[in-house]
């Protein structure tokens, strides 16, 4: 580079280090924690000021961002620190970088969303107003150790029993009796505040204490948010291969789901928009679609976005396992990026602590807490009032973030050891049948495509009786045109050492 490039490169970075700054007036006070909506911390305050800037409009699409050399030297950090905020905006689609051509805004965001200031989430532990059919788990396995490739549970040996007891013991004393009576049909306030900073710190969603509800797991949640939002015989988009328990929900108010295929980039507005443009609604997994992987892209949840404040309709959000990601950080929430208030977010605690812990939560917009309480209300008494106040404890001290994280780095090793395992003894042996592996960037489980003809479901009912555990692909679809055979596997629960012996037992079943 010459000295001319090189002083250019410097003006460059300079320029963005002078707006960065703006948004993050602390910086760079190491000593203050920067105003980030993911975390504390400078890796994770230059990421979110990156995105906030291009959200804004002040970093334009096809923008060219300074070198990370540069940037670095001009903020006065690590290189390190640039090239991984870098690397996570590539990942959730915010920046391309390309050999020869540097990092660039993405030219794909649409013109009217990058006018939309995106709001900071504001945390409150002020107490919140006093606001005056669940399906089960289909096929949960019970005891421990689970069924081989048992699908929705994670490794429980690995769960930090004793730190539990004792936030347990601490949630009864510090409850009391309130702890055993019938409370606010939100959920117990001190749960509530622990699951919107836990939201704003790792999923960038929009959350303060007021705004979360708990439910009895994530079906129940999603539950609620179709009958305060959907009406009967509405049309709704759902992702087709997708969660079965969303049609159930649908069907238990009489709406209509409308089956939109997915392609290499998940769910497909185009193809939505073509099926059926009356459609207010959707229901999405769009940090890790349910079975089979992808991840939205940004340019699609914007849309999506944009459309829903449009119409006036709304999307939930199941962000069911997002927490679990094995390539970069978890990607941040749809919820986080809408400013227009249209998303409803359901999570649960079930797939990140364990399926006995039968605690979800929604995040509903501002102006409509009170109705959606009452509506959680009439579900029946609040849940789990005496497990409440001890997984509040539990998340405070800092042990759920340190569990996901151990848990993380397990499944990253388990998940590798599965996959390695089945294109060696399934895939390989068998080359043009058009078996394939779909497995994602994250997630509990994976799908094993089979060969077209194959059933599935007879596979699936002959590995219970060989003591195995996998989900037949093909009942997930909604349309028969599109239907195709193939397994979801849970590898969450398999040690790497049985993984091998594992897959050769399912090999032989396939045949």
Same mark, same amino acid.
């Given at each position: 580079?010459?000295?001319?490039?090189?002083?250019?490169?410097?003006?460059?970075?300079?320029?963005?280090?002078?707006?960065?700054?703006?948004?993050?007036?602390?910086?760079?006070?190491?000593?203050?924690?920067?105003?980030?909506?993911?975390?504390?911390?400078?890796?994770?305050?230059?990421?979110?000021?990156?995105?906030?800037?291009?959200?804004? #409009?002040?970093?334009?699409?096809?923008?060219?961002?300074?070198?990370?050399?540069?940037?670095?030297?001009?903020?006065?950090?690590?290189?390190?620190?640039?090239?991984?905020?870098?690397?996570?905006?590539?990942?959730?689609?915010?920046?391309?970088?390309?050999?020869?051509?540097?990092?660039?805004?993405?030219?794909?965001?649409?013109?009217?969303?990058?006018?939309?200031?995106?709001?900071?989430?504001?945390?409150?532990?002020?107490?919140?107003?006093?606001?005056?059919?669940?399906?089960?788990?289909? #096929?949960?396995?019970?005891?421990?150790?689970?069924?081989?490739?048992?699908?929705?549970?994670?490794?429980?040996?690995?769960?930090?029993?004793?730190?539990?007891?004792?936030?347990?013991?601490?949630?009864?004393?510090?409850?009391?009796?309130?702890?055993?009576?019938?409370?606010?049909?939100?959920?117990?306030?001190?749960?509530?505040?622990?699951?919107?900073?836990?939201?704003?710190?790792?999923?960038?969603?929009?959350?303060?204490?007021?705004?979360?509800?708990?439910?009895? #797991?994530?079906?129940?949640?999603?539950?609620?948010?179709?009958?305060?939002? +959907?009406?009967?015989?509405?049309?709704?988009?759902?992702?087709?291969?997708?969660?079965?328990?969303?049609?159930?929900?649908?069907?238990?108010?009489?709406?209509?789901?409308?089956?939109?295929?997915?392609?290499?980039?998940?769910?497909?507005?185009?193809?939505?928009?073509?099926?059926?443009?009356?459609?207010?609604?959707?229901?999405?997994?769009?940090?890790?679609?349910?079975?089979?992987?992808?991840?939205?892209?940004?340019? *699609?949840?914007? *849309?999506?976005?944009?459309?829903?404040?449009?119409?006036?309709?709304? +999307?939930?959000?199941?962000?069911?396992?997002?927490?679990?990601?094995?390539?970069?950080?978890?990607?941040?929430?749809?919820?986080?990026?809408?400013?227009?208030?249209?998303?409803?977010?359901?999570?649960?605690?079930?797939?990140?602590?364990?399926?006995?812990?039968?605690?979800?939560?929604?995040?509903?917009?501002?102006?409509?807490?009170?109705?959606?309480?009452?509506?959680?209300?009439?579900?029946?008494?609040?849940?789990?009032?005496?497990?409440?106040?001890?997984?509040?404890?539990?998340?405070?001290?800092?042990?759920?973030?340190?569990?996901?994280?151990?848990?993380?780095?397990?499944?990253? *090793?388990?998940?590798?050891?599965?996959?390695?395992?089945?294109?060696?003894?399934?895939?390989?042996?068998?080359?043009?049948?058009?078996?394939?592996?779909?497995?994602?960037?994250?997630?509990?489980?994976?799908?094993?495509?089979?060969?077209?003809?194959?059933?599935?479901?007879?596979?699936?009912?002959?590995?219970?009786?060989?003591?195995?555990?996998?989900?037949?692909?093909?009942?997930?679809?909604?349309?028969?045109?599109?239907?195709?055979?193939?397994?979801?596997?849970?590898?969450?629960?398999?040690?790497? *050492?049985?993984?091998?012996?594992?897959?050769?037992?399912?090999?032989?079943?396939?045949?």
């Amino acid at each position: 580079m010459d000295q001319s490039s090189k002083t250019h490169e410097a003006d460059l970075a300079a320029d963005l280090a002078a707006d960065l700054a703006a948004l993050l007036p602390h910086w760079p006070d190491r000593s203050s924690s920067l105003r980030d909506p993911l975390a504390a911390g400078v890796g994770q305050g230059l990421y979110g000021a990156l995105r906030d800037a291009i959200l804004a #409009g002040r970093l334009a699409p096809g923008a060219r961002l300074p070198a990370s050399r540069s940037l670095a030297a001009a903020l006065g950090v690590a290189r390190g620190t640039v090239v991984g905020a870098y690397e996570q905006l590539v990942a959730e689609g915010y920046l391309t970088a390309r050999i020869g051509d540097g990092t660039r805004v993405s030219a794909d965001l649409p013109d009217s969303q990058l006018a939309l200031s995106p709001p900071r989430s504001a945390m409150s532990s002020a107490p919140p107003a006093p606001a005056s059919a669940v399906a089960p788990a289909a #096929g949960m396995p019970a005891g421990w150790p689970p069924p081989v490739f048992a699908e929705g549970i994670g490794a429980l040996d690995q769960f930090p029993l004793a730190a539990w007891n004792r936030a347990l013991v601490h949630g009864m004393k510090a409850g009391g009796t309130d702890a055993l009576a019938v409370a606010d049909p939100a959920g117990a306030l001190v749960l509530r505040q622990a699951v919107a900073a836990h939201l704003v710190a790792t999923r960038a969603v929009i959350a303060t204490p007021a705004r979360v509800l708990i439910t009895a #797991g994530a079906q129940q949640a999603l539950d609620l948010a179709c009958r305060m939002v +959907i009406g009967r015989d509405e049309p709704v988009w759902v992702e087709d291969p997708g969660y079965r328990g969303i049609r159930t929900a649908l069907g238990l108010i009489g709406a209509r789901p409308v089956p939109v295929p997915l392609d290499a980039d998940g769910f497909d507005p185009d193809a939505a928009e073509a099926m059926a443009p009356a459609a207010r609604s959707c229901i999405l997994t769009p940090s890790h679609q349910y079975p089979l992987g992808m991840t939205l892209p940004l340019a *699609r949840r914007l *849309r999506l976005i944009d459309r829903a404040a449009a119409q006036g309709g709304w +999307i939930i959000e199941d962000d069911y396992d997002s927490e679990f990601r094995y390539a970069g950080r978890p990607i941040p929430s749809l919820q986080g990026l809408d400013g227009h208030g249209r998303t409803i977010y359901i999570g649960s605690f079930s797939k990140v602590l364990a399926p006995g812990i039968r605690l979800g939560y929604l995040v509903v917009p501002e102006g409509h807490v009170a109705r959606f309480a009452e509506g959680l209300r009439a579900l029946g008494p609040p849940s789990a009032l005496v497990l409440q106040p001890a997984l509040a404890r539990f998340m405070t001290d800092g042990h759920l973030g340190r569990h996901v994280r151990r848990m993380r780095a397990l499944y990253t *090793r388990r998940r590798a050891a599965v996959i390695e395992a089945i294109e060696r003894r399934v895939i390989a042996p068998q080359p043009g049948r058009g078996m394939a592996i779909s497995a994602g960037a994250g997630g509990m489980s994976l799908v094993l495509h089979l060969p077209a003809g194959t059933d599935d479901v007879a596979l699936a009912a002959a590995m219970a009786r060989a003591g195995m555990r996998g989900s037949a692909l093909a009942p997930h679809f909604l349309s028969d045109a599109r239907r195709r055979p193939g397994l979801i596997l849970g590898f969450a629960a398999l040690p790497e *050492r049985a993984a091998d012996a594992a897959v050769a037992r399912l090999a032989r079943l396939i045949g």
